[in-house]
C-alpha cells in the first residue's frame, strides 16, 4: 500500500465516503479511513437501522427481537458491502483503523504514517452526554445498544422529545410497549411550528404514550429486572430506558488546514447535508443549499427553508397558505388523508420562503418546494408545472392554487 496520497479522508460516513468517491473520480489518489462502521452512523446506528424498524413493524409483528434485529441489520450490511465495493472500484484506497492527525499533511494510522496534500475530516458525531446519577445501569440503551435488547420491553422510558424520540417511541409502540416520553424544555419537538406539532400529537391521542414536558431526570434507580425513574413529577418504573436527546459534532483540535465536512462541520447533523458538503468541496460556484428536514413519524413530517415562528421573531412581513391532505383525491382513496401542506410567502406572494408539510410522503414531495426555495423560483412560475393525478404530489399544486 502507498504512504503518500494526494487526499486522505477520515470517516467513511455519507461526507467521507461521498468525498472519496468524487476524489478517485477525478484521478486523484485518495485514501478513506475507518474505523468500524463503513457508511458511518447513519447506515449502522441511525437513519437506516430505524427507517428499517419503522417499515417493519407496521406490518404484523410475528418475530422476537433478535430476529427482528437480524432482518435490519441484514440490509445494514448489504447497503455496506455495496458502498465498500463501489469505492474499491473506484479506486479509492480502503484503511481500517483509528486515524489521528498529526500535523496539516500527515495522518497516523495502525502504526504507519501516510501523507497527503490535503487532509479531509468527516469524523461524524456523537451521542449528547447526559450527566444522571445511575446512567450507567445495564437496562439504559442508547441508539447503538438498543440492538442488543433480547426482549420486548412493556414499558420504555424515552428521555428526549424530540425526532428521534418520537421515531423510537412509535416503534416501541408497534411492538407493543407503552411509552413515556420525558423532556426537559416545554414542549416536545420545539423545532416544528405549532400548528404541525398539534396535528402530531393529535394523532397519537389513544396511543400508549405518556408525555412528559418539563421534567428534569434526578436518577435512575436499578432492580432485577426494571429500572426507577426519578423526575421532577414523581417516580416511575419501566423494562428499559432509552436516551434520545441527539447528538453533537465530534470536536477535535485540528491544523486549521484540515477540511471538516459532514456533522463534523457542524448542524444540521444531516445525512443529506453531509453529503452535500462532500459534493461542494469539488463544486465551481458552490452555493450553500437549502437543506430539507424530514421526521419519519406516521404521519411524515416534512420541512424547508423558514418556518412561521422564525418569521416572527424576524419580525418578516408574510403569509401562510394551507391545504388539508383530505382534499387530494388519492390521499383520500387510499385512506392516507391525515395531514397538510403549508406554503409560507413573502413579497406579495410573489416567492415561497417556507414549507411545512405532514402526512403521506411528505419528505418526497418537499423536494419541489426545496428547489422552488432555493432557487428562488417565483410562485407564478411554480403554479404553471402540472402534477400527474392521482398522486399525493398533487397536492402541492392543489397548495399552490391557494396563493392568489
Not at 22 to 51: M, N, S, Y
Not at 336 to 361: C, M, P, Q, R, S
Amino acid at each position: 500500500m502507498p504512504n503518500s496520497f494526494d487526499y486522505i479522508v477520515i470517516g467513511a460516513g455519507p461526507a467521507g465516503a461521498e468525498a472519496a468517491g468524487l476524489i478517485a473520480r477525478q484521478t486523484k489518489t485518495v485514501a478513506l479511513i475507518e474505523r468500524d462502521k463503513w457508511g458511518g452512523t447513519c447506515l449502522h446506528e441511525g437513519c437506516i437501522p430505524t427507517k428499517t424498524l419503522l417499515h417493519l413493524t407496521k406490518q404484523p409483528f410475528v418475530w422476537d427481537l433478535p430476529e427482528l434485529f437480524a432482518k435490519v441489520f441484514a440490509k445494514v450490511q448489504a447497503l455496506s458491502d455495496n458502498m465498500v465495493a463501489n469505492l474499491k472500484r473506484a479506486d479509492v484506497t480502503l484503511i481500517e483503523g483509528e486515524a489521528t492527525v498529526v500535523n496539516a499533511h500527515e495522518v497516523s494510522v495502525n502504526g504507519e504514517r501516510l501523507t497527503a496534500a490535503q487532509i479531509i475530516f468527516a469524523g461524524g458525531s456523537r451521542p449528547l452526554n447526559l450527566k444522571i446519577a445511575g446512567i450507567e445501569g445495564p437496562l439504559i440503551y442508547d441508539s447503538h445498544s438498543i440492538y442488543s435488547l433480547t426482549k420486548k420491553p412493556s414499558r420504555l422510558a424515552i428521555v428526549g422529545g424530540g425526532y428521534i424520540g418520537f421515531e423510537w417511541a412509535q416503534i416501541f409502540m408497534r411492538l407493543g410497549a407503552a411509552v413515556t416520553i420525558y423532556e426537559a424544555l416545554p414542549q416536545v419537538l420545539g423545532a416544528l411550528d405549532e400548528d404541525v406539532r398539534r396535528r402530531l400529537l393529535g394523532t397519537l391521542r389513544g396511543s400508549p404514550l405518556l408525555v412528559k414536558t418539563n421534567e428534569t431526570i434526578r436518577r435512575f434507580s436499578h432492580g432485577k429486572d426494571e429500572v426507577t425513574v426519578e423526575s421532577d413529577s414523581g417516580i416511575a418504573a419501566f423494562d428499559a430506558v432509552m436516551l434520545a436527546v441527539g447528538r453533537k459534532p465530534l470536536d477535535i483540535a485540528l491544523p486549521p488546514e484540515v477540511i471538516r465536512i459532514g456533522d463534523a462541520k457542524g448542524y444540521p447533523l444531516l445525512a443529506h447535508k453531509a453529503s452535500s458538503d462532500a459534493k461542494r468541496l469539488f463544486a465551481e460556484n458552490a452555493i450553500d443549499p437549502i437543506i430539507p428536514s424530514v421526521i419519519y413519524t406516521d404521519p411524515e413530517i416534512a420541512s424547508v427553508g423558514q418556518s412561521e415562528k422564525e418569521l416572527k421573531k424576524l419580525q418578516v412581513l408574510y403569509k401562510s397558505y394551507k391545504m388539508p391532505y383530505r382534499a387530494n383525491s388519492k390521499a383520500f382513496v387510499t385512506d392516507e388523508d391525515e395531514g397538510f401542506v403549508k406554503l409560507l410567502t413573502i413579497d406579495n406572494d410573489k416567492y415561497l420562503v417556507g414549507a411545512a408539510i405532514i402526512g403521506t410522503e411528505a419528505g418526497n414531495i418537499i423536494n419541489v418546494l426545496t428547489l422552488a426555495i432555493q432557487e428562488k423560483i417565483p410562485i407564478a412560475k411554480l403554479k404553471r408545472l402540472v402534477f400527474p393525478h392521482p398522486t399525493i404530489g398533487e397536492v402541492l399544486g392543489q397548495a399552490l392554487d391557494l396563493i392568489p
